[in-house]
């Protein structure tokens, strides 16, 4: 079983960056997808990024393409999400989510069965 916890989330002016991180621990890293989704208030969750096992492929979502950046190091067991030109729309919760990656690339969103307890983002306008 993988554990995954969020950390970096905060308050940051429209316009601004903010990179959070996901560290996992309990499993083989290198064996999992990692993503990131994200929800608002009110609002159902969204995908946001997905990087594959090996670091080689990624999908994002319509809404941050260009703007957002995912990574990982297999040598430290994490995901990192680079957010750039923040916009008061991309405040929520982001939760860093894992698949196995025996179900390929790019898995289907509803195999995702391993969730961080979410950070919470604030774009202030």
């Known amino acids: 079983q993988v554990q995954l916890v969020e950390s970096g989330g905060g308050l940051v002016q429209a316009g601004g960056s903010l990179t959070l991180s996901c560290a996992a621990s309990?499993?083989?890293?290198?064996?999992?997808?990692m993503a990131w989704f994200r929800q608002a208030p009110g609002k159902e969750r969204k995908f946001v990024a997905v990087?594959?096992?090996?670091?080689?492929?990624?999908i994002y979502g319509d809404s941050v393409k260009g703007r957002f950046t995912i990574s990982r190091d297999n040598t430290k067991d994490t995901v990192s999400l680079q957010m750039n030109s923040l916009k008061p729309e991309d405040t929520a919760v982001y939760y860093c989510?894992?698949?196995?990656?025996?179900?390929?690339?790019?898995?289907?969103?509803?195999?995702?069965?391993?969730w961080g307890q979410g950070t919470q983002v604030t774009v202030s306008s």
């Open positions: 990087l594959s096992w090996s670091g080689g492929s990624t």
């Open positions: 989510a894992a698949v196995d990656r025996m179900y390929g690339f790019p898995p289907p969103q509803s195999r995702y069965n391993y």
């Open positions: 309990g499993g083989t890293f290198s064996r999992y997808h």
